[in-house]
């Protein structure tokens, strides 16, 4: 079955950009929306937004001034880049696929931010 | 944003027992020309990433046990787990997909009496 795996450095600086991918395996990215969703630590869960695998693009209005998602459907993969990070964005991040109900979620990974 | 509040914070619930969890959202999911309600629900167990267990408020998603149900209209949801195994020990969120940014609830936690 799909399985999603998250992947990038757990530790960003403050003001640097978090940069993460998420492999796709045992199914393909066509046709499907992938999502990005995250939650900080001991708290709830924040949609930061979809891809479809076209490339069109849907973001969270408070993010979306730093959010760059990106589809490579030669290597199944998706990628989320935020920029510009401060403590706030501390969180485990997860993709998913589907955009707007999520049916397969990766594993997540855990990004800190340090000053 | 649709804003998404949920209640109880919390609840410790029987083996056998009835789960009932409420879901409010500030402003209606319905999308009445189709009858459509957007709103889902979750699971999440400690560590892992959250579970689809509902959707349009009322659909389990496949393989999901049958004693999760769900349940409401307009603003106003249930989600009911009819007989609670030990297993069902998890934090539930709901979600509305109506409009984005999507939005979910705060979360609401069972754990076993």
């Known amino acids: 079955q799909v399985q999603l795996q998250e992947s990038g450095p757990g530790l960003v600086k403050a003001s640097e950009t978090l940069s993460l991918t998420c492999v796709v395996s045992g199914g393909s990215i066509n046709p499907y929306y992938w999502s990005w969703i995250r939650q900080p630590p001991g708290k709830g869960l924040e949609w930061i937004g979809y891809?479809?695998?076209?490339?069109?693009?849907t973001y969270n209005p408070s993010l979306k001034s730093r959010v760059t998602m990106l589809v490579d459907t030669s290597k199944n993969q998706i990628s989320l880049k935020l920029t510009s990070v401060t403590a706030a964005d501390t969180a485990v991040y997860y993709c998913?696929?589907?955009?707007?109900?999520?049916?397969?979620w990766g594993k997540g990974t855990t990004v800190s931010v340090s000053s | 944003d649709i804003v998404m509040t949920q209640s109880p914070d919390s609840l410790a619930v029987s083996l056998g027992e009835r789960a009932t969890i409420n879901c409010k959202s500030s402003q209606s999911v319905l999308y009445s020309s189709h009858n459509i309600t957007y709103l889902a629900w979750y699971q999440q167990k400690s560590g892992q990433p959250p579970k689809l267990l509902i959707y349009w408020a009322s659909t389990r998603e496949s393989g999901v046990p049958d004693r999760f149900s769900g349940s409401g209209s307009g603003t106003d949801f249930t989600l009911t787990i009819s007989s609670l195994q030990a297993e069902d020990v998890a934090v539930y969120y709901c979600q509305q997909y109506y409009r984005t940014p999507f939005t979910f609830g705060p979360g609401t936690t069972v754990d076993m009496k």
């Open positions: 998913a696929r589907g955009g707007a109900t999520m049916d397969v």
């Open positions: 891809v479809h695998y076209s490339g069109s693009t």
